[in-house]
């Protein structure tokens, strides 16, 4: 009976490996760049869509990725796939006098067909890759959308 049970012993922790080694794949391979263009100074953890009649508001959440501040005198820009620039419609701080500005939400106002392929965020002199395919997300009932890597067309456990 013990002569049974250990190729079920190995089988059962070579397939637990496998379904481990995949998972870790989809967590590291789904998430924006971990080494940006370091220019930029910052790194995009998330962007939020949300659709709003004929139109998309656009939210990049950065968070600091190194010793320099954001430089507020350099303009900061949406590049989308036809070659549109478009300035943040409002941008948000995060962080404190002691730490400079740790994080960084830009929201950006477009019309639909700004969603048809690649998506570049320029600022500091760098420039950050918010979408590289022409996939769309997929939205929830509430018309939104959270992606958590540059392609957007990846749904599987949100990442």
């Known amino acids: 009976m013990a002569v049974m049970k250990r190729p079920l012993l190995r089988l059962s922790i070579a397939a637990l490996l496998v379904a481990v080694t995949f998972l870790a794949v989809k967590i590291w391979m789904g998430r924006y760049d971990r080494a940006p263009d370091p220019r930029a100074r910052y790194r995009i953890e998330a962007a ?39 300035e943040p419609a409002d941008t948000t701080f995060g962080g ?18 700004g969603d048809g392929g690649k998506i570049d965020l320029r600022m500091n002199g760098g420039t ?32």
Do not use: C
């Open 128 to 159: 950050l890759r918010v979408k590289t395919n022409a996939g769309a997300p997929t939205f929830d009932k509430d018309g939104k959308a959270v992606m958590k890597s540059a392609d957007w067309g990846k749904t599987w456990l949100g990442f």
């Open 48 to 86: 939020r869509l949300e659709s709003d009649r004929s139109y998309l508001w656009l939210e990049i959440h950065l968070r600091k990725n190194g010793d320099k501040d954001h430089d507020m005198l350099q303009p900061v820009l949406l590049v989308t796939a036809d070659g549109a620039e478009h």
């Open 96 to 113: 404190g006098p002691e730490k400079g500005f740790t994080d960084i939400w830009f929201k950006f106002w477009l019309d639909e067909r």
